[in-house]
Nanobody, 121 residues
């Protein structure tokens, strides 16, 4: 059973930066990809970004495009989410998901425990 461990959350003022990391314990299947979702209080979980195994294809949600970037390190089976120019509306619990990447990212039921990101105005 693959496990995902997130790190890097915290509190920051608007305009600041944070870097989240998600490390997988193994590569469970081909086309294994890692992505990020977030869930704010009272809202549904929403997609943020994902990247394929080779790291040459990625998707970024429009709401964070230009501010967030995603990258991966396959030696560690790790994906990072660099978040710049943070806004209060970015406040949420951020979850890592281990899915597949074909034409787009297909999430699975493999989730990390989540890490809190709080942006104050």
């Amino acid at each position: 059973q693959v496990q995902l461990v997130e790190s890097g959350g915290g509190s920051v003022q608007a305009g600041g930066s944070l870097r989240l990391s998600c490390t997988a314990s193994q590569r469970p299947f081909s086309n294994f990809a890692l992505g990020w979702f977030r869930q704010a209080p009272g809202q549904e979980r929403e997609f943020v970004a994902a990247i394929n195994w080779l790291g040459d294809r990625s998707i970024i949600a429009d709401s964070v495009k230009g501010r967030f970037t995603i990258s991966r390190d396959n030696v560690k089976i790790e994906v990072s989410l660099q978040m710049n120019s943070l806004k209060p509306e970015d406040t949420a619990v951020y979850y890592c998901n281990g899915g597949r990447y074909f034409d787009t990212f297909r999430p699975s039921d493999i989730w990390g425990q989540g890490t809190q990101v709080t942006v104050s105005s």
